[in-house]
């Protein structure tokens, strides 16, 4: 269903907003920060050496505060800004390279973006929404409506298809909004806060659609977020800014075990560790071979439910192929917690 998968790779990337940017990227190097940038220069330092590998078909998570740069990285991608300095490599292919034709090219069929205001037309039904990038694209209005009609189900939409946009909640539009970005077909998703304007349980219910169709499709998603749980529920790859610079990247794992600094301390404190931390995470040698069983990928939560279902104060880890890789203790568990 989807094209070959596609890596992005972002390499020494500075954006400064002002009316000299390439002036000032050599103190930003050296060591300007952004405050000392907008004080003594007027100039905005958007972003500052970003560096990032994002594997191909995975969700790599941008996660910071409100003003720390996540959509102007996640707008560099597609080019939609242009940078100050620095290379954007997508599937081996430089940005900055791409002639008009090919940009527009890249834009229109290499890349979707979901928004939080779902920027749906109010004057189309949801179908028009859905095939409203196709039809741009010149497909034949058949077969249109027949990729739109599928997705539109696969969203959980079906039989809405004939309503209009103010017909349907936040998290219907939602839905609306992906059912479009997906019938583009294209290998690279870009969400920028898609899902940071609905309620909690809805958003619970769009996270696990999302992941669920990820199973299905490896595609290559950029995922927004301002909010830690979201960013550890979904990110294969989380990628922490502040101020316009990474802090910290790594997994789930890295993050809620070895904190960059003082700053994601704070972040995680409030966190519900036993949700995203794995068994394997704890693991310790194997003891003996009378003790329950738990998963290595178990997240710690519903380890200690085994555990205390079976009056058991250490469990036997296995890998996916069910042999016996160490073993976690309920102590080490709790120190964890
Ligand atoms: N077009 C622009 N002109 C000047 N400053 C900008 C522009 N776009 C973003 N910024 C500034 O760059 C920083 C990062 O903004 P943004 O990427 O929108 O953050 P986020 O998406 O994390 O909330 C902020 O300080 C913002 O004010
Ligand atoms: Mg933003």
Do not use: C
Not at 111 to 120: E, P
């Amino acid at each position: 269903m989807t094209k070959s998968q596609t890596s992005i790779e972002i390499r020494n990337l500075y954006k400064i907003f002002g009316a000299h940017p390439e002036a000032h990227v050599e103190a930003v190097r050296r060591g300007m920060s952004k405050e000392e940038l907008g004080a003594r220069h007027s100039h905005i330092l958007g972003l500052n050496d970003i560096n990032i590998s994002m594997p191909a078909g995975k969700i790599q998570v941008i996660m910071g505060l409100s003003g720390s740069g996540k959509s102007t990285l996640i707008r560099h991608i597609n080019r939609l800004i242009e940078p100050t300095w620095g290379e954007i490599v997508i599937g081996g292919q430089n940005v900055l390279e791409m002639s008009e034709t090919e940009l527009r090219d890249f834009r229109r069929t290499g890349t979707a973006m979901v928004f939080q205001k779902f920027a749906l037309l109010p004057h189309r039904t949801v179908i028009d929404n859905v095939t409203f990038g196709l039809e741009v694209r010149g497909v034949d209005a058949a077969a249109a409506r027949a990729t739109g009609l599928r997705w539109i189900e696969r969203v959980g939409l079906k039989g809405f298809e004939n309503r209009y946009p103010n017909e349907l909640s936040g998290g219907m539009q939602q839905r609306v909004g992906l059912a479009r970005a997906l019938s583009n077909d294209t290998s690279i998703l870009l969400m920028d806060e898609a899902y940071s304007a609905l309620d909690p349980l809805i958003r619970t219910d769009m996270q696990t659609m999302l992941l669920d169709l990820q199973k299905e499709l490896g595609k290559t998603i950029v995922f927004i977020t301002h909010d830690l749980d979201e960013a550890l529920r979904l990110g294969d790859q989380i990628v922490i800014l502040r101020d316009g610079s990474i802090v910290q990247q790594g997994n789930s794992q890295d993050i809620l075990l070895n904190p960059a600094d003082d700053y994601i301390q704070r972040f995680i404190k409030d966190v519900n560790r036993g949700r995203y931390i794995r068994v394997a995470s704890v693991i310790e040698p194997a003891s003996e071979s009378a003790l329950p069983q738990v998963p290595a990928e178990m997240m710690l939560e519903d380890a200690v439910k085994v555990l205390s279902d079976a009056a058991a104060s250490a469990a036997n880890v296995i890998d996916a192929a069910g042999r016996i890789i160490g073993a976690v203790t309920l102590r080490t568990i709790m120190s964890v917690l």
